[in-house]
């Protein structure tokens, strides 16, 4: 288990972090540009030193009062964005890099071993220069992994390649995680890459974390605003909530949620837009606004792919919300900006924020 507890004051913030991951876990860290991820990743490499606090792997201690370990004794893998390969050397020269051959039982058996597992087989004899943007990175990779690292961090190492190539990097990322049984640590903006890698989600601002946990709990239960709109919950309403029940008020309507709440009082709801879906008909004679329901009208779309993202203003609501809906229902209903449409949000998936 990594465990790590440090303080660092780094203009015009402090970095107050206090994490625990476990074996085989990948935390993923996410944050505006500027809230102090790189520098927590330097901490726990060494290249930072903290002001106070402990970090330790499995009773590893890399640093606390009275221990401080060099970096080349923390066994740490570092991957960032860009390579930081030798410009001068081969790619199997790169590989061996940090190894004592004397030192190390089956050296060239490993090294084989990883080079079938990178798919780099054809690239040993060439220089960086001559790779790919994704070849370059399997390198980056390979060296990390040829140290034996007892920790593995990842500065968004994918964040210049292709789509496709990213897509293939993740599987090794996990790939990785299930064979090599250690803590790794994943800085992105992306929010799919953040999704699909994280066995953990930390949300950082100003050099804190704000919130961490199991990252279904971060996606889909924020505990303020501030997260709900870095984990893409664009959808943040004020609400009045109806004492003693598990309802609130927004405009004219009245929304079933999850939590209950004993006292009424003003309260944050949000809801992601994939959460809110198109209705083609209403089964019931009850009023719609019952079922979460609402009449709205479409006010922009952008195509994406295979989905629309909508902007829909909801009547009842008075709210602007964004919706995704796939494009096979924009094409069969034949939505079209200007066009009203019944939406309904999913009372399961509706957050009162901060409860």
């Given at each position: 288990?990594?465990?790590c ?33 790189t520098?927590?990743l330097?901490?726990?490499t ?22 401080n ?13 860009n390579?930081?390969?030798?410009p ?5 020269e790169?590989?061996?890099y940090?190894v ?8 060239e ?22 790779l ?9 990779i ?8 007892e920790?593995?961090?990842?500065d968004?190492p ?6 496709s ?23 992105t903006h992306?929010?799919?890459?953040a999704?699909t ?10 050099g ?12 889909k ?8 709109k ?5 959808n943040?309403i ?28 003003s309260?944050?709801?949000?809801i ?29 779309m ?5 989905y ?18 796939p ?6 209903y ?22």
């Amino acid at each position: 288990m990594l465990s790590c507890f440090i303080r660092k004051k780094i203009s015009p913030f402090i970095i107050d972090m206090d994490i625990e991951l476990d074996n085989s876990q990948i935390m993923v860290i996410l944050g505006q540009s500027g809230c102090g991820k790189t520098s927590f990743l330097n901490l726990i490499t060494g290249f930072l030193t903290p002001d106070e606090g402990s970090i330790v792997n499995n009773k590893h201690i890399f640093y606390n009062h009275k221990i401080n370990e060099p970096i080349h004794k923390r066994k740490i893998g570092y991957i960032q964005q860009n390579s930081c390969l030798f410009p001068h050397m081969t790619v199997k020269e790169n590989l061996c890099y940090s190894v004592n051959k004397r030192q190390q039982k089956g050296f060239e058996k490993k090294l084989e071993e990883l080079i079938k597992y990178l798919d780099i087989e054809s690239n040993l004899k060439q220089y960086p220069h001559e790779l790919s943007g994704g070849q370059q990175q399997r390198v980056a990779i390979g060296r990390a992994l040829m140290m034996q690292p007892e920790i593995i961090l990842w500065d968004e190492p994918f964040s210049s390649l292709d789509y496709s190539i990213r897509q293939d990097l993740r599987e090794l990322v996990i790939t990785i995680r299930d064979n090599y049984n250690i803590p790794m640590i994943f800085v992105t903006h992306d929010l799919r890459e953040a999704y699909t890698l994280g066995d953990k989600i930390a949300i950082m601002k100003d050099g804190k974390i704000i919130q961490q946990g199991d990252k279904n709990e971060v996606f889909k239960h924020p505990s303020n605003e501030e997260v709900a709109k870095i984990v893409g919950m664009t959808n943040v309403i004020k609400a009045e909530s109806i004492k003693n029940t598990s309802r609130c008020q927004v405009g004219d309507m009245k929304l079933s949620t999850l939590n209950r709440i004993k006292e009424s009082k003003s309260i944050m709801i949000g809801i992601r837009p994939e959460d809110i879906v198109y209705v083609r008909e209403i089964h019931t004679s009850k009023d719609i606004s019952n079922m979460n329901v609402s009449i709205s009208t479409v006010l922009s779309m952008r195509h994406e792919l295979d989905y629309y993202t909508l902007k829909v203003l909801s009547h009842e609501m008075n709210e602007v919300l964004e919706i995704i809906l796939p494009k096979y229902v924009i094409d069969k209903y034949q939505i079209a900006e200007g066009k009203k449409i019944k939406i309904m949000l999913k009372y399961k998936e509706i957050t009162v924020l901060g409860v």
